[in-house]
């Protein structure tokens, strides 16, 4: 190399370390100084699949965050600052999200970040913005692995996965002898949020004498289901526990479950059929009926907050209670528990708002109460079964619960 | 049955190929629009997905058409291959990023008594959508076979297939046969599309599956060979789903996956392919 070529060189790593020391410098000073000027907005960066595999929830997680932002807003702001949302597509990519984060906070110099969609893109997250001193706050990363990194500025505000089947495998064993089925089939993708649920149902379910005819995990990337379902079919399991993430996959095996006319009696996935409409829309009322799902929340629910959210979705997006995405609650509290953080901390420094959060207090959302422990679960949460219904979206589980409803048993014919 | 329409869409992808030199990144997001299509003739004017296809056919291959003319046409030199796959990618984004915008992201499945109603044989239920899908399918090839080896363009093809240069010295209009063999590729992603309507839920997104397979397909087959695309097809479908019953879903994937690795070893150029590299 020549002496010019040299200095060319010289010059270029010399440019990138100031340039790096540069937005370090402002990064920092971005997360630590923790106020804003009067007159300006409070801005949230959020990382959201708009497109991608989880395009879906991505769209219902916009909805809750947007809901929030509006109530907010309607209500004088946080700490008198307007809410500004500044959400940028990931594309369901793992890598895509660890990028915009970097970019929302060292370019867009937000001074709050909260959460992606599914447990996959929340650890990238959180590892992006933990960098930079911020908390992550969100709504969609329960899966047990998520809190195996050693992280301590992320927080989830729903409920842990891996009880979720907790209500309806007790239900199944409550059954009395002579009611209760005899065989169960379990089949899940291989995914974060659904597989660390599977096995806990099963032990209880196999404790109460439903013996296991099938069990079988399937790859995430597959898009022919028919045979994994005719497998399940051949069993003739009356239980069958899927381990699915989205409607398609679901509706893929209820379509394949009623092309081969088999029948269970009691049906339930880990995701899909919570989606509302999104789910209804593409099975159909009737076949949806008897199907269950584990979730923390639903439409009807009466924790505080939760109908004048609804009532505010059904104004801004159309639909009913039953319509609504349990997605949309989901980033909702997630905005509910930052406001309160913001709060109690009178500011937006992301050191304190962590503190805070890892302090043992007890939050509110629509979801319920939330209550960090030191791995940023939340163990205020309590799991609910809930099923289709006609058109209607009630809660049957847990069973003591008295807003629980009778559980429709056995499941109609699809 | 399935790999019947996997061959159906893959064919348009290997047929542009063959002729053009052309990689379609975009057949995936074109399977889609097929479906969108036939989904919105059967909701808003109550037309069977089966006789939509009337409509839609000719409506993808006037897409193609448009396609060719004001991008690929304008690709030259030899860097035209690995642009094509930077071009589709893009017309792939604008295209998702339309129908996104138009149906939301939220998934849609199409319907007929067909999609779940069945018939029995040999004591198996066998759904009618996957048995009409395979008349259709094997309707379709064999009229693109006729085409291909019967009629005088058929020939044009097949000559500009094996030489450009050779064609349009002996007076093939070899940008003509371009054009309509881009616009025949995405025509026929209309009916593949809609089958895989029916057969599952989709949203744009699903593309991005649908693609990953499609060009394993032709890799297998044979780049730019329609029988090629027809046998991978089958066996990507048959194997997948025999290993998925037999052993584990698990290792459907990586099974098929591996069979492709060894057969690209022994035969770079995939089954039916004559060539292991073209040159543009």
Redesign the interface.
């Known amino acids: 190399m020549n002496r010019k070529g040299r200095y060319f060189r010289a010059f270029g790593v010399t440019s990138v370390a100031v340039a790096s020391l540069a937005m370090m410098m402002t990064t920092s000073s971005g997360a630590a100084s923790g106020t804003i000027a009067k007159g300006q907005p409070v801005t949230i960066g959020i990382s959201l699949s ?4 989880f ?2 929830d ?2 219902a997680f916009k909805q809750g965050y947007q809901l929030w932002a509006d109530n907010v807003n309607a209500h004088g702001g946080l700490l008198g600052h307007q809410v500004k949302l500044d959400i940028v597509s990931d594309a ?1 990519s793992a890598t895509q999200v660890v990028t915009n984060y970097q970019k929302l906070i060292s370019l867009d110099h937000v001074n709050l970040t909260v959460g992606p969609f599914s447990s996959l893109l929340s650890v990238p997250a959180a590892k992006a913005v933990a960098r930079y001193g911020y908390a992550l706050v969100e709504g969609a990363g329960g899966a047990p692995s998520v809190f195996q990194n050693g992280l301590t500025n992320i927080f989830d505000v729903s409920m842990p996965v891996k009880d979720s089947l907790v209500p309806f495998a007790n239900w199944i064993a409550s059954l009395p002898a002579s009611k209760r089925p005899t065989t169960a089939a379990y089949v899940t993708t ?1 995914d974060a949020f659904t597989e660390p649920q599977i096995p806990v149902a099963q032990k209880i379910i196999k404790a109460a004498g439903v013996k296991t005819s099938y069990y ?4 995430a ?4 289901y ?3 379902a ?2 399940v079919a051949a069993k003739k399991a009356q239980i069958v526990v899927l381990g699915s993430v ?3 996959t679901v ?2 095996f209820m ?1 394949a479950f ?4 088999y029948n269970p009696k009691v049906f339930i996935a880990t995701g899909g059929p919570d989606q509302g ?2 789910f209804t ?2 099975v ?1 009322i009737k076949k949806a009926n008897g199907v269950m799902v584990p979730n923390a929340w639903y439409g009807s629910a009466t924790t505080p907050g939760s109908q004048a959210m609804v009532a505010a979705y059904v104004k801004k997006y159309g639909g009913s209670a039953a319509t609504v995405s349990a997605d949309v609650a989901e980033a909702y509290s997630v905005g509910q528990v930052i406001n309160q953080a913001v709060v109690a901390t009178k500011g937006f420094d992301n050191a304190k708002i962590i503190k805070y959060l890892h302090s043992g207090v007890t939050l509110t959302s629509v979801q319920g109460p939330v209550k960090f422990d030191s791995l940023g679960e939340n163990n205020k949460a309590t799991a609910f079964t809930f099923q289709w219904q006609g058109s209607k979206f009630v809660q049957v589980n847990p069973t003591n619960n008295k807003a629980s409803k009778p559980v429709l048993f056995p499941k109609p014919v ?1 | 049955m ?1 790999g019947s329409v996997y061959a159906l869409m893959a064919t348009g992808l290997t047929l542009i190929f063959g002729v053009m030199n052309i990689i379609n990144i975009a057949q995936g997001i074109l399977v889609i629009l097929g479906a969108y299509l036939s989904y919105s003739l059967s909701v808003h004017f109550g037309i069977d997905l089966f006789a939509g296809l009337l409509i839609t056919i000719p409506t993808l291959f006037v897409v193609g058409i448009v396609v060719e003319r004001f991008f690929m046409a304008r690709l030259k030199g030899p860097e035209r291959t690995s642009m094509s796959i930077l071009v589709t990618y893009a017309i792939s984004l604008i295209i ?2 339309s129908l ?1 915008m138009i149906y ?6 199409l ?1 007929a008594w067909y ?2 109603g ?1 018939f029995r044989i040999f004591g198996l ?1 066998i ?1 009618y959508i996957y048995f009409f899908g395979f008349l259709l399918a094997a309707g379709l090839l064999a009229a693109l076979y006729f085409m291909l080896y019967r009629t005088r363009f058929g020939a044009s093809i097949r000559a500009s297939l094996a030489d450009q240069t050779a064609a349009a010295l002996i007076g093939i209009n070899v940008k003509r046969v371009s054009t309509i063999c881009f616009g025949l590729g995405v025509a026929v992603t209309a009916s593949g599309g809609m089958v895989y309507g029916a ?8 593309s ?3 693609i990953s ?1 499609l060009l394993t397909i032709i890799v297998l087959g044979g780049m730019g060979s329609l029988g090629g695309a027809l046998l991978a097809a089958i066996l990507m ?1 048959t194997l ?3 290993i ?2 037999v052993w ?3 290792w ?2 990586p099974t098929f996956f591996f069979v492709l690795v060894i057969v690209l070893s022994l035969r770079p150029q995939g089954l039916f392919g004559k060539q292991s590299a073209r040159v543009a």
Not at chain 1, 216 to 219: D, I
């Open positions: 708009l497109s991608g595999d395009s879906v991505g769209a369901s291989n079988s995990v399937f790859p990337e597959t898009t022919d028919t045979p994994i005719d497998a989205d409607v398609p509706s893929a379509q009623e092309q081969a006319h409409s999104g829309s593409v159909g699809w | 399935t998702e990023g996104n939301t992201t939220n998934v849609v499945q319907k999609v779940t069945t239920w759904a057969t599952n839920a989709f949203n744009a997104s699903t991005y599956d649908l397979r479908v997948g789903d025999v998925a019953v584990s879903p698990i459907s994937s």
